[in-house]
C-alpha cells in the first residue's frame, strides 16, 4: 500500500488549521490588550503552542502571578501530550529522532484525533509533520493577526470566537464516532468521567482530562477483551 506524504497531510490538516483560525485571532486580540507585545503574542504561539495553557497564562499574567507558577501549570495542563504522542508513536513508521521530536512537539489534542483515527495501520512520519505543520503555522500567523487587527472586532463576534475550538473538536471527533461503538464509547466514558471531575472539583482541569483518558481507555480495553473472550469460548464449545 502506497504510504501517504507530506502534501496529503497538509491537506488532511486542513479543517484544523481554518478550525484555528478565529481562536488563535482571539488570543492575539487578548494578547495586546493584556499588554503583550506582537513579538510576546507571537513567541508564545511558537514556543508553547497550547491553546488553553495561552488563554490561561493571559489571565495568570494580569494577576501578577510568579512565572515559575505559570510554567508549572502550563506543564501539568498539557502532561496529557506524554500519553498522546507515545500513543501515536506505535502508528507511526521509524524514523530520525529529530524528526519525531519535532512531530511530537506539534501534536495537539486535534491533530492527535485525525492522526489516530485514519483507517491505515501505519502513516508515516511525513504525513504526520504534514498534517502538524499545517495547524500549528495556523496558530503562530493568526496570533500575530489578532495582535495586529487589536480590538477592532465587535464584541459579539469576540465572544463567539471563544467558542470556536471545541465546536471545531467536535467537528473532527464525530465523523470517526459514525459506525464504530468503541470510539463512541470510549468518547461518552471519557467525557462523563471528566464531567464528574469538573463539577466536583476533584482534579485540576489538566490532571481530570489525563486521569479521565486512561481510566476511558483502560475499562473500554477490558470490556472489549473480555467480550472478545467469551466469544471465542463459545465458538470452541460449539
Known sequence: M?????????????????????????????????????????AMSLFVYAGASQYISLTLITKGVDPLVIV?????????HF???????????????????????????ETFSVLATRKEERLSTAFGLGVNLIAYSSWVVFTIVGHLI???????????????????????????MRGNRKVVLLATFAGLLN???YWTG????????????FSASVVVELVYANVARRKHVREVTE
Do not use: H
Not at 151 to 176: C, D, E, K, R, T
Not at 202 to 213: C, H, K, Q, V
Open 72 to 80: 508549572l501549570n502550563t506543564f501539568v495542563v498539557n502532561i496529557r
Open 83 to 109: 500519553l498522546m504522542s507515545a500513543a501515536l508513536n506505535e502508528k507511526m513508521d521509524s524514523d530520525a529522532k529529530w524528526r519525531k521530536g519535532l512531530f511530537a512537539f506539534w501534536v495537539t489534542d
Open 2 to 42: 502506497k504510504k501517504l506524504g507530506f502534501f496529503t497531510g497538509l491537506k488532511a490538516g486542513m479543517p484544523i488549521a481554518i478550525g484555528y483560525f478565529p481562536v488563535a485571532l482571539t488570543f492575539g486580540l487578548l494578547a495586546k490588550t493584556t499588554g503583550l507585545s506582537i513579538l510576546e503574542a507571537a
Open 195 to 197: 464531567c464528574l471531575f
Open 150 to 176: 487589536g480590538a477592532n472586532l465587535p464584541q459579539f463576534l469576540q465572544a463567539a470566537m471563544s467558542i470556536a475550538l471545541y465546536a471545531m473538536f467536535i467537528g473532527l471527533l464525530v465523523p470517526s
Open 202 to 213: 476533584l482534579l485540576s482541569t489538566g490532571w481530570a482530562i489525563i486521569i479521565s483518558a
